[in-house]
């Protein structure tokens, strides 16, 4: 038996099978090479005995394994989504479908989050390590990153612009991967596996919206092909898919997504244009000031005259609310409401097209190429006369008197006033359009008792950007000092004068990646289990990045310095050995050697194992060492420049007399590439069991420990400024520029206005938990069964050790609060589905689940970040709550062509959990809770297919 074993196994590379769940309870049918079943095939249960035998040895390719295999209880831990998984869900993008999954957590980016560096895009996070630690692949090669780096270090996959349409299925390794993939694979790997061929025509319309109004999305994908591989010598195939999501305008939902002021439930009131504020309406309030020192450019400031009150500039319109308080009286303006969204608008558009040719009896040749369009846009308020950053205009004032000697007609005042507005005629906003075109050309199939495979991949990305609303600093002081912007009657300023006062910000940036592969893989020898496998290969790469600055110059009011430049060359080489000692005892060990243009060497082991004491039960388990390569923004020629509002210390303060040279401002802080930067490197493990009591039946549950060293981030800015007041010399490789000399105090100490800082390795993380994995397969009789899928993943650490020794906890919290985008790390994340098929009906039913999280965050400072006017925890429990939705999706076939689909997303119509801590979203969390903002969501659909 172990010589036609082998043959099996030779051949099956170009007929492996669907891999429909982790231990696939039925034996699968015939599939092509990429896992689509065969036309008109028997199911098991029809075949002859010898057709099961023979089907049961058929090898496959499982993610995480370069070797073919007769089973898929892999040493490693891997769940698979199929394309009929995929179309049950009701989910209808890649990053909606891998997003769900239990092991996504901390760092994940959602499309929602508008307000972050890569706005417009999606990222996947395993076991909460960042996108930067999860390896997203096509067919098992490298894609392009998407041309913005998460908060201008993190680099990953845009997983907007994979087509969803030609996927069979999505592989998602949970495990450690560097000694097969090489870089970035410390948390996992996803793969997604297209269509290796099509035969027919299926076409797609959907339209969908949202029970609270907005959000409406239209849908239509098309997939034919023709040419037979077996009787034809040829396949082709072409995939086209168009999507547009409309906007959800935070108007069209309830307080308090709707709304800053949450003083009505005990919260404080941050609604623009209040009397004491810096941001004010667009009707704006002026103060009776006394002149300070110029700022730059000639911008005058002032101070309050003391015991003067806010009045509006001009009287409140229908957009505003009058409000009095102790600082005097303005027009309150509820700018959440009346400009922002929760959704943006997005259109996508993505064509994809493969001829697969048959080279002989045992090769194929193939050409596979795509063009993928993500355009996404984001509104925004007006923006605000008062900035922080990149210089402080907090106490500008206006003139009473103009340069030709006559009264300033916007100032109501014989002196300088104190000004807070908003550019009413200017709106802000931005547009993302991310154009991602991949060709990629291979051959594989046999030589005598080898198999082989190899590919070259051209992958492009081109991202533009246009960003809307951003003064310019110098035409800012140029119209305030001159009176030529009409604060009075806004209505009468040019649109040439607008323009001016705030350009469109534009920029193109673009990643480029180049890979060439061969790979090998044979049996060696017969052993006891089986014949020992061999795979190998080898592989080159070109990766380059070229983000310009939007803002050169720190001309724009609101934005720092952002840019990346690099490029490097990585070539690598793998062995794999997988040895079944016993029938029920299998040994796999790997490793991968990678060479870095820009950082040198690395070397990636990895061993598992797998033993079936019994037939119903697999023990399993992997140790394995991994690295993350340095991003360019990390070492390249990069520059990162973000502000905070600072104050100096005490001390310092005093000896300045506590005048307004040291009162709070805008700091600078320019992180900037470290081209001697390190890999961050791990060690990681995991044990688990699989228990198969009958064959209806299987469940896995994994243990995992990932332990991270050598951890990428910014030199502790704290110390540089430390040293910088106590005279110090400042830690190697920092500077700190320095302010003009407090005029009142021109022998005194300078006070920073920029921070620079370099990436180091500099801290440690460790993180563990456990994957719960149950599947059921049941007949039902008459023609029904029922399918039942539950997936679980709970963190019991996910632990950060700073340079100092300091351990900061994350787990069920806030934190990492920048990494995350304050979204937290929930510590438990589950999905149950159950699928039933009856007749020509399909009904599913999908349940999902994320743990409360603490709205403290150890990174953020001691106790609640959300606290009302006294300080006090807001609300009082400091937690968000546990959010779980429920999505409805069903089918039915009229006949073999047409089919009706319809979904209802959030069923139940739950709300997202209330949370203020959360920066990325309106008083709630869009990482885990974007359902609840959209309520529930009916879609209807038409499939034709022949």
């Not at 025509?201 to 023709?226: M, V």
Request: glycine share 10%; aromatic share 8%; charged share 15%.
């Amino acid at each position: 038996m172990k010589p036609n074993k082998l043959a099996l196994a030779l051949a099956g590379l170009l007929l492996t099978p669907v891999v429909a769940a982790v231990a696939q309870t039925t034996p699968p049918p015939a599939s092509d090479a990429n896992g689509q079943q065969a036309a008109n095939q028997p199911t098991p249960d029809q075949q002859a005995p010898e057709q099961k035998q023979a089907q049961q040895l058929q090898s496959i390719t499982v993610t995480g394994s370069a070797l073919p295999r007769v089973d898929l209880e892999t040493p490693s831990p891997v769940t698979v989504i199929t394309a009929a998984q995929i179309d049950r869900s009701g989910l209808k993008t890649v990053n909606d479908v891998i997003r769900a999954i239990s092991a996504d957590n901390s760092g994940s980016i959602p499309t929602a989050f508008t307000a972050g560096f890569a706005a417009g895009s999606a990222g996947v996070a395993l076991r909460g390590l960042t996108v930067n630690s999860t390896l997203v692949l096509i067919d098992g090669r490298r894609s392009a990153s998407y041309p913005l780096a998460d908060d201008g270090q993190r680099t990953f996959v845009d997983l907007n612009t994979i087509p969803v349409n030609a996927i069979e299925r999505i592989d998602v390794l949970k495990d450690g991967a560097s000694s097969l993939y090489g870089a970035d694979a410390i948390a996992g790997v996803v793969n997604i596996i297209l269509k290796h061929d099509y035969k027919g025509l299926q076409a797609t319309a959907d339209i969908g919206t949202s029970q609270k109004g907005g959000g409406t999305t239209r849908r239509a994908t098309l997939i034919f092909g023709g040419g037979d591989l077996a009787k034809d010598g040829w396949n082709a195939y072409g995939s086209i898919e168009a999507q547009k999501d409309d906007r959800i305008w935070a108007r069209d939902r309830g307080y308090p997504y709707n709304s800053t002021d949450l003083s009505r439930i005990g919260g404080s009131d941050a609604t623009n244009g209040q009397p004491g504020f810096n941001n004010g309406s667009i009707y704006g309030m002026v103060q009776p000031a006394e002149l300070g020192p110029n700022g730059p450019g000639g911008m005058l400031t002032g101070t309050a005259v003391p015991g003067s009150l806010w009045q509006p500039l001009r009287p409140c319109g229908p957009a505003a609310t009058p409000v009095t308080n102790s600082s005097g009286s303005g027009c309150e303006q509820n700018f959440t409401s009346q400009y922002t969204d929760l959704q943006p608008e997005q259109k996508r558009l993505g064509v994809y097209g493969r001829l697969t040719i048959k080279v002989g009896d045992a090769s194929e040749a193939y050409l596979g190429a795509s063009v993928y369009s993500n355009k996404t846009e984001v509104a925004g308020g007006p923006p605000q006369i008062r900035a922080g950053t990149p210089v402080n205009t907090r106490s500008i004032v206006l003139p009473a008197v103009l340069p030709n000697g006559l009264h300033n007609p916007n100032n109501p005042y014989d002196q300088p006033a104190l000004i807070t507005y908003a550019f009413g005629g200017i709106n802000g906003g931005a547009k993302q359009n991310n154009d991602n075109m991949r060709l990629v050309g291979g051959i594989h199939g046999t030589m005598g008792e080898w198999n082989y495979d190899s590919a070259l991949v051209f992958n492009h990305n081109a991202l533009t950007v246009d960003n809307y609303g951003f003064l310019n600093y110098n035409e800012l002081i140029k119209v305030v000092n001159d009176g030529s912007y009409n604060f009075i009657d806004p209505s009468k300023n040019s649109p040439s004068m607008l323009a001016a006062l705030a350009p469109v910000l534009h920029k193109k940036s673009t990643t480029d990646l180049q890979s060439l592969d061969f790979h090998l893989s044979r049996a060696l020898v017969d052993l006891p289990g089986g014949s020992l496998g061999l795979a190998t290969g080898v592989d080159v790469r070109h990766e380059e990045q070229n983000d310009p600055d939007l803002n050169p110059g720190l001309q724009a009011q609101g934005l720092g310095v952002a840019h990346t430049f690099g490029k490097r060359t990585v070539s690598g080489a793998f062995v794999e050995l997988d040895a079944p000692f016993l029938e029920s005892l299998e040994v796999d060990a790997s490793g991968r050697f990678d060479h870095y243009s820009d950082f040198g060497n690395n070397f990636s082991p990895k061993v598992g194992f797998k033993w079936k004491p019994i037939e119903s039960l697999a023990v399993r388990g992997t140790w394995s060492k991994g690295f993350r390569a340095p991003s360019f923004a990390e070492n390249g020629s990069s520059e990162s420049e973000g502000f905070a509002t600072y104050t100096v210390p005490d001390a310092y303060a005093a000896a300045h007399g506590n005048n307004a040279y040291v009162r709070p401002y805008g700091l600078a802080y320019d992180t900037i590439g470290n081209p001697n930067i390190k890999p961050e490197r791990s060690k990681s493990w995991t044990f688990g069991l699989i228990y198969q009591p009958i064959p209806q039946l299987s469940a896995s549950l994994d243990y995992y420990d990932i332990k991270k060293t050598g951890v990428i981030g910014q030199q502790d800015t704290q110390a540089i400024l430390d040293a910088y007041f106590a005279g110090q010399p400042l830690p190697p490789n920092s500077g700190v520029i320095a302010d003009v000399p407090d005029p009142a105090n021109p022998t005194l100490l300078p006070k920073p206005v920029v921070v620079v800082a370099p990436y180091v390795n500099q801290n440690s993380l460790q993180t563990k938990g456990i994957d719960f994995d149950l599947i059921g397969n049941f007949d039902l009789g008459e023609s029904a069964k029922l399918r039942s899928e539950f997936n679980a993943t709970r963190i019991f650490e996910w632990n950060l050790t700073l340079q100092d020794g300091t351990v900061q906890r994350f787990v069920g919290t806030h934190g990492p609060y920048a990494l995350s985008s304050g979204a937290g790390t929930p510590r438990d994340r589950a999905s149950w589905s159950n699928s039933l098929s009856f007749g020509r009906a399909t009904v599913t039913g999908t349940l999902y689940y994320t743990s409360s999280i603490s709205m403290s965050a150890p990174d953020n400072g001691e106790g609640c970040i959300s606290v009302d006017d006294n300080g006090d925890p807001f609300p009082p429990s400091c937690r968000m709550a546990s959010f779980t939705s429920f999505d409805l999706t069903g089918s039915y076939d009229f006949n073999d062509h047409f089919a009706l689909t319809a979904s209802i997303l959030n069923a139940f119509n739950r709300e997202a959990p209330f949370d203020p801590s959360n920066y990325a979203g309106n008083n709630y969390n869009p990482t885990w809770a974007q359902a609840g903002m959209v309520g529930r969501f009916y879609t209807l659909g038409v499939k034709y297919k022949m």
